[in-house]
């Protein structure tokens, strides 16, 4: 039985009084049954590590370098995220995609920066709308993985993979728990296929997960958890997800 994992994608939001008060809240309402972390703006994770420090709830950024050092102003290396205690770091999310032109191979390379590092990257794959609707979905998302589990080779098993349907994300339009399970398992077989462990395997879902919908779509067989992005703000949704992970 794979156990849970509900991680909360911030984005550029928060504040330090905002953090502060979201993060204690979070550890007033645990103990939670399923492993919870959250993936901050990078310049809040020292104080955050600071804060969870001492509890079993975890933390990790938004993104990573692929290089290890060196001239690349303004980036971030796993080695760094490291140091700052990061359990994850998300990449290839699809905000980061469309908007930083992000290629299948630059996530893979970014991924294999992370797990050089001991961080673990949850992989981010989707596809948007058109994309769903010319019938692509499996091929996109498949190709999407596909690149990651090329460039890491025999650690590819070490991953977290998120399917985040694009045209889900912050929209309030959730996939059916139907959907998703569609896609999980696909993605399942491209794990098992190409690792031999893809049943132990973690793939979360992300888009629009909010307390109402949470628990359906993480009884499917395949859901193993969410990446929550607005639901991930407000305390009390986030915490009722977290229990909605059993
Ligand atoms: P959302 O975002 O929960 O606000 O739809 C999810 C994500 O982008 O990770």
Redesign the pocket.
Known sequence: MRRKLVVG?W?MHGSRPANAELLSALIGARPFAADVAVCVPAVFLTETAATLASTELRWGAQDVSPHEQGAYTGEISAGMLAECGCRYV?TG???RRAFHGESDLLVAQKAKAALARGVTPIV?VGETLAQREAGETEAVVKRQLSAVIHQLAHCASEIVV?Y?PVW?????R?ATPEQAQAVHAILRAQLQAATGRGEAMKILY?????PDNAATLFAQADIDG???????LKAADFIAICRAAA
């Open positions: 994608n984005k998300i999310h699809s905000e981010c998120a985040e889900a994300i912050g929209t309030g959730t992300g888009g629009s997960v909010k969410g990446l929550i992005g607005g639901a991930s």
